[in-house]
């Protein structure tokens, strides 16, 4: 059934004119007035605290926010997600992610099929071999135990295991070394296979259909890799295994049935490292740290199911995020962890919301009447205030943050924690206090400045402030832990893409650049060039080609450093 345009609800006049009055409002003025501010605008669920007391918000922003969200509907579309109804409905498939985190025993059937039951036969088959990768009882072509796990993949198939491996590092096993090989750009696995002894080295080959066009190219690179070492093409079933839907595909790349590691298409790409894609992680970490991954995914989805709407934490994150980005128009949306280890988080990020939400169009193909997904970007948060914060504190554009730090470090080196949560939590504060030209001639004057100094470098000093943020607590980054922020960003996200009326499942913007790489391709490699490209186009496939041309004509081995690798 066509869903109303959230700007057709009478909730949606309402928050316009509360927004005005809120744009009134300085936050440094609404702490002042009420003590009890951080704790009311703070929650804590499945063993993340969040405070969004750093927001234009007031209560009554909140009360409006929630019956928008009860208007829109948020609560029947996510018990229809949980019970498996087909709510991709471009692709005519369930959204089952969740079901990939229910313990053993949760029943849910699909289409006849106890689902459950196949989840958990495969975290069986996921333990039995990363249980003997791990104990060296697995051992390759010479007999030696693994050294190297590389897995090949692409977007969904790459981003959530290689930020989980990075974020559960110090889970990590003392013999195994995990690299992420993703790009089609040849430098990212001539850089790793001189570095890679093949007979220690295992191959996972991650990707949902099996066709992906920069998978395939590295996975068949490494294969050939592989076999000028040992041609045996019987050793690679000793070093190769997939992660796909596609079994006819994944066969006739020539992996053996029994390494092929199943999952189903009512799992997205981007929501897939909690299913046979997330095998990367489990050989890093082992069976019983991703039980713990799986289990604090799903604590947090068993809050979502059942907090009320004004408690509920991915709720909540979700619909400030919609008043920054609707009614404060706030473009983007930067993501701040102050924690090395959740380096990437910023990127999984930028997949998970923007492939999911960023869209124009509603479920029903109607253009959205308002915007949908911010840009989502970051980095880690005391690089960034050394690069781009400035542009934070002092840029015309208003950028709310997200905040996210451990209490507790996963080292032992004195000092640096401390140092860690301080500047985390000045940036917030520093942010949403801003300085004032009082302020700011008050510090000037008292370094001994002159009048004409002070007049001079006044407007370099101001900080507007007012500016918004989130800050996300983790008692430590655990397994458990990093399952549970996973799962809140993943129900943001679905909240989101159901206020705006969006098929948050689906991902049809990236295929005309496929079918144009294709044609392209097809063209560099020699066939005609078509007289239907723009003249900026042709004019770079013309060069392309003439480089090549050139390159040829070159003595064997002065164009390339790296020949050797090259397959
Ligand atoms: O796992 P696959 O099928 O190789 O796809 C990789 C990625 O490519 C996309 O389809 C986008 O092209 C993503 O949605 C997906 O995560």
Redesign the pocket.
Known sequence: MPRMPFTASATHTALMDHHARACQWRMADLFAQDPLRAQAFSLEAAGLFLDYSKNRIDRTTVALLVALARECGVAQQRDAMFAGARINTTENRAVLHTALRAPRGHTLRLDGRDINADVHAVLDQMRLFSDQVRTGAWRGCQGQAMTDIVNI???????GPKMACQALRPYGHPRLTSHFISNADGNDLAALLPRLNPATTLFII???????AE?MMNAQTARTWFLRQHPHTGDLKKHFVAV?TNTPAVQAFGIAPENMFPFWDWV???Y?LWSA?GLSIMLAIGFDHFAQLLAGAHALDRHFQEAPLERNLPVLLALIGIWNRNYFQDASLSIAPYHQDLKYFPAYLQ?LEM?SNGKQVACDGTPLAAPACPVIWGNVGTNGQHAYFQLLHQGADVVPVDFITALQPAHDLPGHHTALLANCFAQSEALMLGKNAGQASAEMQAEGNSAPAIAALLPHKLFPGNRPSNTLLLETLSPARLGALIALYEHKTFVQGVIWGINSFD?WG??LG?VLAKQIHAELAGAAVSNQHDSSTHGLIARARAATLQEKALPDGASRSRSSISP
């Open positions: 993949g692409i977007g969904g198939s790459d981003l991650a990707s949902k259909t099996f066709t992906t998978t796909s997205g790409g981007r897939s894609i997949q492939e991902q990236v295929e496929k």
